[in-house]
Every structure is written in structure tokens, then in C-alpha cells.
């Protein structure tokens, strides 16, 4: 959840910009490609997760 919320944050931050226009240190590009790692690791077992506690199966 945590990492969802801050991602939530990230649209109205960015001002979508490009890169040339933005600042040196801005990191909207390393955030998304952060968060997509980090999705694709915790997908599987956060659906597996939520299939145990609430007894749904993720691919049904």
C-alpha cells in the first residue's frame, strides 16, 4: 500500500514536461521505472495474498 500511495502522488507532480525542459535532478522517469520494477516483483504474491484472506482466487 505504501508504495502505491506515494506512487499516487507522482501525476500531480509532474508536470510531464520534457526531459530538456525539467530540472537536472528531476527523477519522474527513475520514480515510474522504480515503481514498474517493484510491481512486476509484488504482483503475484500480493494477488496470492488476497486470494488467501478473502478466499477469491486472483484469476477468476
Not at 501525476?11 to 515510474?32: F, K, Q
Request: negative net charge.
Amino acid at each position: 500500500m505504501p508504495l502505491l500511495t506515494q506512487w499516487r502522488r507522482l501525476p500531480y507532480l509532474d508536470p510531464g514536461l520534457p526531459t530538456e525542459l525539467l530540472p537536472a535532478d528531476w527523477n519522474a522517469v527513475t520514480a515510474r521505472q522504480v515503481f514498474q520494477q517493484l510491481h512486476g516483483v509484488l504482483l503475484e504474491p500480493n494477488l496470492r495474498h488476497v486470494g488467501e484472506v478473502t478466499g477469491l482466487r486472483a484469476d477468476a
